[in-house]
Protein backbone atom coordinates (compact mmCIF):
# COMPACT_ATOMS: atom_id res chain seq x y z
CA UNK A 1 0.00 0.00 0.00
CA UNK A 2 2.74 2.21 0.76
CA UNK A 3 4.31 1.55 -2.62
CA UNK A 4 0.79 2.63 -4.51
CA UNK A 5 0.90 5.83 -2.41
CA UNK A 6 3.88 6.71 -3.55
CA UNK A 7 3.15 5.91 -7.12
CA UNK A 8 -0.21 8.36 -6.69
CA UNK A 9 1.52 11.01 -5.05
CA UNK A 10 4.07 11.40 -7.87
CA UNK A 11 1.14 10.81 -10.39
CA UNK A 12 -0.51 13.91 -8.34
CA UNK A 13 2.37 16.06 -8.26
CA UNK A 14 3.21 15.94 -12.11
CA UNK A 15 -0.70 16.46 -13.06
CA UNK A 16 -1.20 20.51 -11.92
CA UNK A 17 2.38 20.85 -12.92
CA UNK A 18 2.07 20.26 -16.75
CA UNK A 19 -1.64 22.29 -16.79
CA UNK A 20 -4.14 20.27 -14.84
CA UNK A 21 -6.35 17.42 -16.23
CA UNK A 22 -8.24 19.54 -18.67
CA UNK A 23 -4.66 20.21 -20.19
CA UNK A 24 -4.21 16.71 -20.96
CA UNK A 25 -5.25 14.98 -24.43
CA UNK A 26 -3.59 11.38 -24.11
CA UNK A 27 -1.65 9.27 -21.61
CA UNK A 28 0.37 6.66 -22.68
CA UNK A 29 3.87 5.08 -21.46
CA UNK A 30 7.10 3.67 -23.27
CA UNK A 31 9.30 1.42 -21.19
CA UNK A 32 10.90 4.72 -19.32
CA UNK A 33 8.71 7.47 -20.03
CA UNK A 34 5.12 9.20 -19.46
CA UNK A 35 3.85 10.69 -22.80
CA UNK A 36 1.49 13.10 -22.68
CA UNK A 37 -0.62 14.82 -25.54
CA UNK A 38 -1.01 18.47 -24.08
CA UNK A 39 -3.46 20.75 -25.66
CA UNK A 40 -1.56 23.89 -24.74
CA UNK A 41 2.40 23.54 -23.51
CA UNK A 42 2.77 26.67 -22.56
CA UNK A 43 0.60 25.83 -19.39
CA UNK A 44 3.96 23.28 -18.27
CA UNK A 45 6.14 24.61 -15.06
CA UNK A 46 8.87 22.17 -16.58
CA UNK A 47 11.62 23.83 -13.95
CA UNK A 48 9.52 22.62 -11.22
CA UNK A 49 8.27 19.61 -13.39
CA UNK A 50 12.05 18.48 -13.36
CA UNK A 51 12.60 19.33 -9.76
CA UNK A 52 10.30 16.41 -8.56
CA UNK A 53 12.80 13.58 -6.63
CA UNK A 54 10.94 10.56 -9.36
CA UNK A 55 11.42 12.79 -12.34
CA UNK A 56 14.67 12.16 -14.19
CA UNK A 57 14.25 14.44 -17.24
CA UNK A 58 11.15 15.74 -19.92
CA UNK A 59 11.58 15.48 -23.40
CA UNK A 60 9.54 18.12 -25.63
CA UNK A 61 8.83 16.08 -28.93
CA UNK A 62 5.58 14.87 -30.72
CA UNK A 63 4.18 13.98 -27.35
CA UNK A 64 5.64 15.56 -23.86
CA UNK A 65 7.67 12.84 -22.38
CA UNK A 66 8.34 12.63 -18.76
CA UNK A 67 11.06 10.15 -17.93
CA UNK A 68 10.25 8.14 -15.07
CA UNK A 69 12.41 5.35 -15.68
CA UNK A 70 11.22 1.60 -15.89
CA UNK A 71 9.24 -0.20 -13.75
CA UNK A 72 8.00 3.40 -12.01
CA UNK A 73 6.64 4.43 -14.89
CA UNK A 74 4.20 1.42 -15.10
CA UNK A 75 2.88 2.52 -12.02
CA UNK A 76 2.47 6.10 -12.15
CA UNK A 77 0.87 6.21 -15.46
CA UNK A 78 -2.26 4.04 -14.87
CA UNK A 79 -2.49 6.71 -11.19
CA UNK A 80 -2.27 9.69 -13.25
CA UNK A 81 -4.95 7.96 -15.47
CA UNK A 82 -6.90 8.08 -12.87
CA UNK A 83 -6.61 11.28 -11.36
CA UNK A 84 -7.60 12.84 -14.73
CA UNK A 85 -10.65 10.99 -15.12
CA UNK A 86 -11.51 11.83 -11.63
CA UNK A 87 -10.74 15.72 -11.92
CA UNK A 88 -12.77 15.55 -15.49
CA UNK A 89 -15.52 14.20 -13.60
CA UNK A 90 -15.35 16.19 -10.23
CA UNK A 91 -15.46 19.92 -13.03
CA UNK A 92 -17.47 18.71 -16.20
CA UNK A 93 -17.68 21.24 -18.64
CA UNK A 94 -20.84 23.55 -18.41
CA UNK A 95 -23.70 22.07 -20.32
CA UNK A 96 -24.39 24.29 -23.41
CA UNK A 97 -27.80 26.17 -22.36
CA UNK A 98 -31.44 25.20 -23.70
CA UNK A 99 -31.54 29.06 -25.25
CA UNK A 100 -35.01 29.96 -24.36
CA UNK A 101 -37.17 31.64 -26.77
CA UNK A 102 -38.52 35.34 -25.96
CA UNK A 103 -42.40 35.30 -26.43
CA UNK A 104 -43.74 36.23 -29.78
CA UNK A 105 -40.24 35.30 -31.65
CA UNK A 106 -40.39 32.47 -33.95
CA UNK A 107 -37.67 29.56 -32.89
CA UNK A 108 -34.72 29.98 -35.10
CA UNK A 109 -32.53 27.17 -36.59
CA UNK A 110 -29.80 28.53 -33.62
CA UNK A 111 -32.20 27.85 -30.86
CA UNK A 112 -32.74 24.06 -32.15
CA UNK A 113 -29.39 23.69 -32.17
CA UNK A 114 -29.13 24.75 -28.69
CA UNK A 115 -31.76 22.82 -27.51
CA UNK A 116 -30.12 19.81 -29.18
CA UNK A 117 -26.67 20.88 -27.67
CA UNK A 118 -28.29 20.61 -24.09
CA UNK A 119 -30.05 17.23 -25.03
CA UNK A 120 -27.14 15.70 -26.26
CA UNK A 121 -25.12 17.10 -22.77
CA UNK A 122 -27.91 15.95 -20.57
CA UNK A 123 -27.99 12.18 -22.66
CA UNK A 124 -24.33 12.01 -21.84
CA UNK A 125 -24.66 12.95 -18.23
CA UNK A 126 -26.93 10.12 -18.29
CA UNK A 127 -24.61 7.50 -19.79
CA UNK A 128 -21.90 7.94 -17.28
CA UNK A 129 -23.44 4.67 -15.20
CA UNK A 130 -20.86 1.81 -15.29
CA UNK A 131 -22.68 -0.13 -17.41
CA UNK A 132 -22.90 2.35 -20.39
CA UNK A 133 -19.27 3.20 -19.36
CA UNK A 134 -18.08 0.12 -20.17
CA UNK A 135 -20.14 0.26 -23.42
CA UNK A 136 -17.85 3.05 -24.10
CA UNK A 137 -14.88 1.17 -23.81
CA UNK A 138 -15.60 -1.46 -26.02
CA UNK A 139 -16.03 1.34 -28.22
CA UNK A 140 -12.97 2.32 -28.03
CA UNK A 141 -11.61 -0.77 -28.92
CA UNK A 142 -13.24 -1.54 -31.83
CA UNK A 143 -13.85 1.86 -33.40
CA UNK A 144 -10.05 2.64 -34.38
CA UNK A 145 -10.40 -0.45 -36.39
CA UNK A 146 -13.22 0.78 -38.54
CA UNK A 147 -10.85 2.40 -41.25
CA UNK A 148 -9.07 -0.42 -41.85
CA UNK A 149 -12.24 -2.74 -41.79
CA UNK A 150 -13.63 -0.14 -44.64
CA UNK A 151 -10.72 0.00 -46.48
CA UNK A 152 -10.11 -3.97 -46.77
CA UNK A 153 -14.04 -4.23 -47.58
CA UNK A 154 -14.18 -1.92 -50.52
CA UNK A 155 -10.93 -3.87 -51.83
CA UNK A 156 -13.35 -7.30 -51.02
CA UNK A 157 -16.03 -6.22 -52.67
CA UNK A 158 -14.04 -5.08 -55.70
CA UNK A 159 -12.00 -8.12 -55.74
CA UNK A 160 -15.79 -10.04 -55.43
CA UNK A 161 -16.53 -8.13 -58.70
CA UNK A 162 -13.52 -8.82 -60.96
CA UNK A 163 -13.41 -12.56 -60.26
CA UNK A 164 -17.38 -12.97 -61.17
CA UNK A 165 -16.48 -11.02 -63.91
CA UNK A 166 -13.64 -12.67 -65.12
CA UNK A 167 -11.30 -9.66 -65.37
CA UNK A 168 -7.99 -9.04 -64.11
CA UNK A 169 -7.15 -12.74 -63.20
CA UNK A 170 -3.88 -11.83 -62.32
CA UNK A 171 -4.49 -9.31 -59.93
CA UNK A 172 -7.52 -10.71 -58.31
CA UNK A 173 -5.26 -12.82 -56.05
CA UNK A 174 -3.52 -9.89 -54.74
CA UNK A 175 -6.82 -8.19 -54.07
CA UNK A 176 -7.80 -11.08 -52.28
CA UNK A 177 -4.56 -11.11 -49.99
CA UNK A 178 -5.24 -7.14 -49.16
CA UNK A 179 -8.75 -7.46 -48.39
CA UNK A 180 -8.09 -10.60 -46.06
CA UNK A 181 -4.51 -10.13 -44.12
CA UNK A 182 -6.25 -7.47 -41.85
CA UNK A 183 -9.13 -9.91 -41.11
CA UNK A 184 -6.79 -12.84 -40.38
CA UNK A 185 -4.63 -10.65 -38.15
CA UNK A 186 -7.61 -8.79 -36.00
CA UNK A 187 -7.49 -10.01 -33.16
CA UNK A 188 -3.91 -8.90 -32.44
CA UNK A 189 -5.66 -5.41 -32.82
CA UNK A 190 -8.16 -6.05 -30.61
CA UNK A 191 -5.67 -7.19 -28.01
CA UNK A 192 -3.41 -4.29 -28.43
CA UNK A 193 -6.65 -1.88 -28.03
CA UNK A 194 -7.67 -3.89 -25.27
CA UNK A 195 -4.66 -3.31 -23.16
CA UNK A 196 -4.72 0.07 -24.08
CA UNK A 197 -7.88 0.75 -22.96
CA UNK A 198 -7.89 -0.62 -19.46
CA UNK A 199 -4.64 0.42 -18.40
CA UNK A 200 -2.37 -2.32 -19.59
CA UNK A 201 0.78 -2.47 -21.67
CA UNK A 202 -0.88 -2.57 -25.25
CA UNK A 203 2.03 -4.71 -26.98
CA UNK A 204 1.39 -7.45 -24.23
CA UNK A 205 -2.45 -7.42 -24.58
CA UNK A 206 -1.28 -7.69 -28.67
CA UNK A 207 1.35 -10.28 -27.98
CA UNK A 208 -1.33 -12.64 -25.84
CA UNK A 209 -4.21 -12.02 -28.56
CA UNK A 210 -1.42 -13.22 -31.49
CA UNK A 211 -1.36 -16.81 -29.61
CA UNK A 212 -5.42 -16.89 -31.33
CA UNK A 213 -4.53 -16.59 -34.56
CA UNK A 214 -1.26 -18.65 -34.62
CA UNK A 215 -1.36 -21.58 -36.58
CA UNK A 216 0.18 -24.29 -34.00
CA UNK A 217 -2.94 -23.68 -31.96
CA UNK A 218 -3.70 -26.52 -33.40
CA UNK A 219 -1.60 -28.78 -31.89
CA UNK A 220 -3.06 -27.59 -28.53
CA UNK A 221 -6.22 -29.78 -27.24
CA UNK A 222 -8.70 -28.42 -24.77
CA UNK A 223 -11.96 -29.65 -23.52
CA UNK A 224 -11.05 -33.14 -25.76
CA UNK A 225 -10.89 -30.88 -28.78
CA UNK A 226 -8.29 -30.01 -30.78
CA UNK A 227 -8.03 -25.97 -31.34
CA UNK A 228 -7.97 -24.43 -34.56
CA UNK A 229 -6.60 -20.94 -35.38
CA UNK A 230 -8.50 -18.38 -35.00
CA UNK A 231 -11.18 -19.85 -32.60
CA UNK A 232 -12.95 -17.59 -30.29
CA UNK A 233 -11.92 -14.53 -32.60
CA UNK A 234 -12.33 -11.09 -31.59
CA UNK A 235 -14.48 -12.30 -28.19
CA UNK A 236 -11.67 -14.14 -27.43
CA UNK A 237 -8.84 -11.43 -27.93
CA UNK A 238 -11.17 -8.73 -25.69
CA UNK A 239 -10.98 -12.04 -23.04
CA UNK A 240 -7.27 -12.51 -23.61
CA UNK A 241 -6.18 -9.33 -23.26
CA UNK A 242 -8.25 -7.81 -20.73
CA UNK A 243 -6.81 -11.40 -18.44
CA UNK A 244 -3.44 -9.62 -19.40
CA UNK A 245 -3.99 -6.43 -18.02
CA UNK A 246 -5.21 -8.08 -14.56
CA UNK A 247 -2.30 -10.16 -14.70
CA UNK A 248 0.20 -7.39 -15.21
CA UNK A 249 -1.42 -4.99 -12.94
CA UNK A 250 -1.31 -7.61 -9.99
CA UNK A 251 2.56 -7.89 -11.18
CA UNK A 252 3.05 -4.28 -11.09
CA UNK A 253 1.96 -4.40 -7.23
CA UNK A 254 4.24 -7.27 -5.84
CA UNK A 255 6.97 -7.33 -8.54
CA UNK A 256 9.80 -5.60 -7.24
CA UNK A 257 11.30 -2.47 -9.50
CA UNK A 258 14.44 -3.68 -10.53
CA UNK A 259 13.52 -6.98 -11.91
CA UNK A 260 9.37 -5.61 -13.23
CA UNK A 261 10.97 -5.19 -16.69
CA UNK A 262 12.21 -8.79 -16.91
CA UNK A 263 9.34 -10.46 -14.73
CA UNK A 264 6.25 -8.92 -15.36
CA UNK A 265 6.16 -9.32 -19.22
CA UNK A 266 6.93 -13.20 -18.60
CA UNK A 267 4.37 -14.04 -16.04
CA UNK A 268 1.70 -11.47 -17.64
CA UNK A 269 1.84 -13.72 -21.36
CA UNK A 270 2.60 -16.75 -19.56
CA UNK A 271 -0.33 -16.62 -17.29
CA UNK A 272 -2.91 -15.14 -19.85
CA UNK A 273 -1.18 -17.39 -22.61
CA UNK A 274 -2.01 -20.41 -20.79
CA UNK A 275 -5.82 -19.38 -19.64
CA UNK A 276 -6.13 -18.36 -23.21
CA UNK A 277 -5.41 -21.65 -24.97
CA UNK A 278 -6.96 -24.23 -22.37
CA UNK A 279 -10.06 -21.61 -21.63
CA UNK A 280 -11.17 -18.92 -23.35
CA UNK A 281 -10.38 -19.52 -27.24
CA UNK A 282 -12.68 -22.79 -26.66
CA UNK A 283 -15.28 -20.60 -24.84
CA UNK A 284 -15.34 -17.64 -26.64
CA UNK A 285 -15.20 -19.93 -30.08
CA UNK A 286 -18.61 -20.99 -28.58
CA UNK A 287 -20.41 -17.66 -27.63
CA UNK A 288 -19.37 -16.66 -31.17
CA UNK A 289 -20.59 -19.47 -33.06
CA UNK A 290 -23.91 -18.91 -30.82
CA UNK A 291 -24.30 -15.01 -32.26
CA UNK A 292 -23.45 -15.99 -35.69
CA UNK A 293 -26.34 -18.83 -35.01
CA UNK A 294 -28.46 -16.46 -33.32
CA UNK A 295 -28.27 -13.83 -35.54
CA UNK A 296 -29.17 -15.63 -38.87
CA UNK A 297 -32.06 -17.57 -36.93
CA UNK A 298 -33.63 -14.36 -35.88
CA UNK A 299 -33.90 -13.03 -39.56
CA UNK A 300 -34.82 -15.92 -41.17
CA UNK A 301 -37.33 -16.63 -39.20
CA UNK A 302 -38.59 -13.27 -37.82
CA UNK A 303 -36.70 -11.08 -40.39
CA UNK A 304 -39.56 -8.67 -40.75
CA UNK A 305 -40.59 -8.26 -37.43
CA UNK A 306 -36.85 -8.26 -36.26
CA UNK A 307 -36.43 -5.41 -38.86
CA UNK A 308 -38.85 -2.96 -37.67
CA UNK A 309 -37.46 -3.69 -34.03
CA UNK A 310 -34.17 -3.20 -34.80
CA UNK A 311 -34.63 0.09 -37.23
CA UNK A 312 -37.07 1.30 -34.86
CA UNK A 313 -35.33 1.66 -32.25
CA UNK A 314 -31.55 2.40 -33.28
CA UNK A 315 -31.90 6.08 -32.60
CA UNK A 316 -33.11 5.96 -29.32
CA UNK A 317 -30.53 3.16 -28.23
CA UNK A 318 -27.87 5.73 -29.62
CA UNK A 319 -29.31 8.52 -27.50
CA UNK A 320 -28.84 6.18 -24.82
CA UNK A 321 -25.01 5.24 -25.91
CA UNK A 322 -26.62 1.10 -25.91
CA UNK A 323 -25.58 0.91 -29.67
CA UNK A 324 -21.92 -0.08 -28.38
CA UNK A 325 -23.03 -3.33 -27.58
CA UNK A 326 -23.74 -4.04 -31.16
CA UNK A 327 -20.00 -3.48 -32.42
CA UNK A 328 -18.88 -6.82 -31.19
CA UNK A 329 -21.33 -8.61 -33.00
CA UNK A 330 -21.12 -6.67 -35.88
CA UNK A 331 -17.68 -7.70 -35.88
CA UNK A 332 -18.04 -11.13 -34.92
CA UNK A 333 -20.19 -11.69 -38.07
CA UNK A 334 -18.07 -10.58 -40.34
CA UNK A 335 -15.03 -12.87 -39.04
CA UNK A 336 -17.52 -15.70 -38.93
CA UNK A 337 -19.50 -14.90 -42.67
CA UNK A 338 -17.38 -12.12 -44.01
CA UNK A 339 -20.47 -9.14 -43.72
CA UNK A 340 -22.83 -8.47 -40.73
CA UNK A 341 -26.44 -8.96 -42.22
CA UNK A 342 -27.34 -6.29 -38.91
CA UNK A 343 -25.90 -3.21 -40.22
CA UNK A 344 -28.07 -2.85 -43.33
CA UNK A 345 -31.01 -3.11 -41.12
CA UNK A 346 -29.58 -0.41 -38.89
CA UNK A 347 -28.98 1.99 -41.58
CA UNK A 348 -32.61 2.15 -42.30
CA UNK A 349 -32.66 4.64 -39.21
CA UNK A 350 -30.77 7.48 -41.30
CA UNK A 351 -32.94 7.03 -43.93
CA UNK A 352 -35.87 7.53 -41.56
CA UNK A 353 -34.24 10.76 -40.35
CA UNK A 354 -33.31 11.87 -43.97
CA UNK A 355 -37.01 11.43 -44.94
CA UNK A 356 -38.64 12.97 -41.63
CA UNK A 357 -36.01 16.21 -42.13
CA UNK A 358 -36.98 16.59 -45.90
CA UNK A 359 -41.06 16.93 -44.52
CA UNK A 360 -39.84 19.31 -41.76
CA UNK A 361 -38.21 21.66 -44.64
CA UNK A 362 -41.74 21.37 -46.77
CA UNK A 363 -43.65 22.19 -43.53
CA UNK A 364 -41.67 24.63 -42.38
CA UNK A 365 -42.07 26.84 -45.60
CA UNK A 366 -41.70 29.85 -44.14
CA UNK A 367 -38.93 29.28 -41.37
CA UNK A 368 -36.06 30.30 -43.97
CA UNK A 369 -33.55 29.78 -40.39
CA UNK A 370 -34.32 25.88 -40.04
CA UNK A 371 -34.82 25.41 -43.74
CA UNK A 372 -31.25 26.67 -44.38
CA UNK A 373 -30.16 23.91 -41.74
CA UNK A 374 -32.04 21.39 -43.02
CA UNK A 375 -30.35 21.92 -46.64
CA UNK A 376 -26.88 21.83 -45.16
CA UNK A 377 -27.14 18.83 -43.00
CA UNK A 378 -29.07 17.06 -45.93
CA UNK A 379 -26.27 15.62 -48.03
CA UNK A 380 -24.30 14.72 -45.32
CA UNK A 381 -27.55 13.05 -43.86
CA UNK A 382 -27.81 10.78 -47.53
CA UNK A 383 -24.58 10.14 -46.53
CA UNK A 384 -25.16 8.22 -43.09
CA UNK A 385 -23.86 10.89 -40.55
CA UNK A 386 -26.86 11.83 -39.24
CA UNK A 387 -26.15 13.77 -36.10
CA UNK A 388 -26.52 17.35 -37.79
CA UNK A 389 -30.29 16.71 -38.55
CA UNK A 390 -31.08 14.75 -34.96
CA UNK A 391 -29.14 17.50 -32.61
CA UNK A 392 -30.17 20.39 -35.30
CA UNK A 393 -33.67 19.42 -36.17
CA UNK A 394 -35.99 16.52 -35.39
CA UNK A 395 -34.65 16.01 -31.73
CA UNK A 396 -35.04 19.27 -30.33
CA UNK A 397 -38.61 19.68 -32.07
CA UNK A 398 -39.48 16.01 -30.67
CA UNK A 399 -42.06 14.53 -32.30
CA UNK A 400 -40.80 14.58 -35.70
CA UNK A 401 -37.77 12.62 -34.19
CA UNK A 402 -40.51 10.01 -32.92
CA UNK A 403 -41.60 9.90 -36.76
CA UNK A 404 -38.29 9.00 -37.96
CA UNK A 405 -38.06 6.36 -36.11
CA UNK A 406 -41.06 5.18 -37.46
CA UNK A 407 -39.55 5.51 -41.15
CA UNK A 408 -36.52 3.33 -39.89
CA UNK A 409 -38.78 0.81 -38.58
CA UNK A 410 -40.67 0.48 -42.14
CA UNK A 411 -37.27 0.36 -44.10
CA UNK A 412 -35.48 -2.00 -41.51
CA UNK A 413 -38.92 -4.13 -41.97
CA UNK A 414 -38.57 -4.22 -45.73
CA UNK A 415 -34.65 -5.81 -45.36
CA UNK A 416 -35.54 -7.99 -42.96
CA UNK A 417 -38.44 -9.34 -44.79
CA UNK A 418 -35.90 -9.87 -47.44
CA UNK A 419 -33.45 -11.52 -45.46
CA UNK A 420 -36.84 -13.60 -43.74
CA UNK A 421 -36.93 -15.00 -48.01
CA UNK A 422 -33.40 -15.95 -48.34
CA UNK A 423 -32.05 -12.95 -49.99
CA UNK A 424 -29.31 -12.44 -47.09
CA UNK A 425 -27.93 -8.00 -46.92
CA UNK A 426 -25.34 -7.76 -45.43
CA UNK A 427 -22.03 -5.71 -44.77
CA UNK A 428 -18.44 -6.09 -45.22
CA UNK A 429 -17.35 -3.97 -42.68
CA UNK A 430 -19.00 -1.57 -39.83
CA UNK A 431 -19.29 2.77 -39.54
CA UNK A 432 -20.66 3.83 -42.94
CA UNK A 433 -24.41 3.49 -43.80
CA UNK A 434 -27.03 5.74 -46.16
CA UNK A 435 -25.20 5.75 -49.33
CA UNK A 436 -21.48 5.66 -48.49
CA UNK A 437 -22.96 1.83 -47.65
CA UNK A 438 -23.33 0.75 -51.24
CA UNK A 439 -19.53 -0.22 -51.85
CA UNK A 440 -19.07 -2.49 -48.85
CA UNK A 441 -22.78 -4.26 -49.44
CA UNK A 442 -22.31 -7.96 -50.16
CA UNK A 443 -24.90 -10.61 -50.07
CA UNK A 444 -25.72 -14.41 -50.59
CA UNK A 445 -27.60 -14.00 -54.30
CA UNK A 446 -25.17 -11.86 -55.96
CA UNK A 447 -24.42 -7.54 -56.05
CA UNK A 448 -26.85 -6.93 -57.82
CA UNK A 449 -29.94 -8.07 -55.78
CA UNK A 450 -28.37 -6.95 -52.65
CA UNK A 451 -27.65 -3.33 -53.91
CA UNK A 452 -31.21 -3.80 -55.05
CA UNK A 453 -32.91 -4.97 -51.70
CA UNK A 454 -30.74 -1.92 -49.83
CA UNK A 455 -31.49 0.77 -52.38
CA UNK A 456 -35.34 0.20 -52.33
CA UNK A 457 -35.53 -0.14 -48.42
CA UNK A 458 -33.68 3.20 -48.42
CA UNK A 459 -36.18 4.34 -50.39
CA UNK A 460 -39.04 3.13 -48.09
CA UNK A 461 -37.33 4.89 -45.01
CA UNK A 462 -37.16 7.74 -47.15
CA UNK A 463 -40.74 7.86 -48.16
CA UNK A 464 -41.85 6.50 -44.50
CA UNK A 465 -40.20 9.36 -42.71
CA UNK A 466 -41.74 11.52 -45.04
CA UNK A 467 -45.14 10.64 -44.72
CA UNK A 468 -45.25 10.03 -40.92
CA UNK A 469 -43.50 13.26 -40.50
CA UNK A 470 -45.51 15.30 -42.85
CA UNK A 471 -48.96 14.31 -41.31
CA UNK A 472 -48.29 13.25 -37.72
CA UNK A 473 -45.04 15.25 -36.62
CA UNK A 474 -46.66 18.45 -35.98
CA UNK A 475 -49.41 19.63 -34.15
CA UNK A 476 -51.74 22.65 -35.09
CA UNK A 477 -49.92 24.65 -32.34
CA UNK A 478 -46.46 24.14 -33.29
CA UNK A 479 -47.07 24.65 -36.52
CA UNK A 480 -48.50 28.16 -35.84
CA UNK A 481 -45.53 28.44 -33.38
CA UNK A 482 -42.55 26.98 -36.11
CA UNK A 483 -44.17 28.02 -39.39
CA UNK A 484 -43.33 31.92 -39.57
CA UNK A 485 -40.15 33.59 -40.84
CA UNK A 486 -37.48 35.09 -38.68
CA UNK A 487 -37.23 38.58 -40.53
CA UNK A 488 -41.50 38.84 -39.30
CA UNK A 489 -40.63 39.26 -36.11
CA UNK A 490 -38.59 42.94 -36.35
CA UNK A 491 -38.85 45.23 -38.71
CA UNK A 492 -36.02 45.03 -41.73
CA UNK A 493 -34.25 48.48 -40.28
CA UNK A 494 -33.82 47.24 -37.12
CA UNK A 495 -32.34 43.96 -38.35
CA UNK A 496 -29.27 45.21 -35.81
CA UNK A 497 -31.89 44.40 -32.56
CA UNK A 498 -32.82 41.19 -34.23
CA UNK A 499 -32.74 38.21 -31.54
CA UNK A 500 -29.43 36.09 -32.20
CA UNK A 501 -29.74 33.94 -34.88
CA UNK A 502 -32.87 35.60 -36.53
CA UNK A 503 -31.22 38.20 -38.39
CA UNK A 504 -30.31 38.02 -42.34
CA UNK A 505 -26.73 37.93 -41.71
CA UNK A 506 -27.27 34.74 -39.83
CA UNK A 507 -29.66 32.90 -41.36
CA UNK A 508 -27.76 32.14 -44.44
CA UNK A 509 -24.77 30.20 -42.39
CA UNK A 510 -24.88 26.87 -40.98
CA UNK A 511 -26.37 27.09 -37.74
CA UNK A 512 -25.52 22.78 -37.58
CA UNK A 513 -22.04 23.86 -36.24
CA UNK A 514 -23.18 24.60 -33.08
CA UNK A 515 -24.35 21.05 -32.90
CA UNK A 516 -22.01 18.79 -31.21
CA UNK A 517 -19.31 16.99 -33.31
CA UNK A 518 -20.32 12.94 -33.51
CA UNK A 519 -18.92 11.56 -30.54
CA UNK A 520 -17.94 7.57 -31.33
CA UNK A 521 -16.48 7.34 -34.61
CA UNK A 522 -19.17 4.88 -35.68
CA UNK A 523 -21.82 7.51 -37.36
CA UNK A 524 -25.51 7.84 -36.57
CA UNK A 525 -26.93 5.40 -38.95
Known amino acids: ?275 TLFGLMFLAGEVSTKIGEAANWLLSNGGAGAGLILGGLFLPLVMLGLHQALIPIHTTLIEQQGYTVLLPILAMAGAGQVGAAIAVYFRLHRNTSIRTTIKSALWPGFLGVGEPLIYGVSLPLGRPFITACTGGALGGAFVGLFNQLGTDVGSTAIGPSGWALFPLLDGDHGLGRTVAVYAAGLVVGYLGGFVATYYFGFTKTMLAELNVAPAQSVPDTAAAAAPTGASPATAGTDPSSAAPAAPTGVPVR
Request: charged share 15%.
Open 1 to 275: MANENKYRDTAAAILPLVGGARNVASVAHCMTRLRLGLHDRTLVQEEQLKALPAVMGVVDDDTYQIVLGPGTVARVTPEFETLVEQENAEAPEAAPAAGGVPDGEPLTAEDLAAQGAALRAERKAQNATPFKLLLRRIANIFVPLIPALIGCGIIAGLNGLLVNLGWLPGITPALAAMASGFMALIAVFVGYNTAQEFGGTPILGGAVAAIIVYAGVANVEAFGQELSPGQGGVLGALGAAWLAVQIEKWCRRWVPVSIDVLVTPTITVLGAGLA
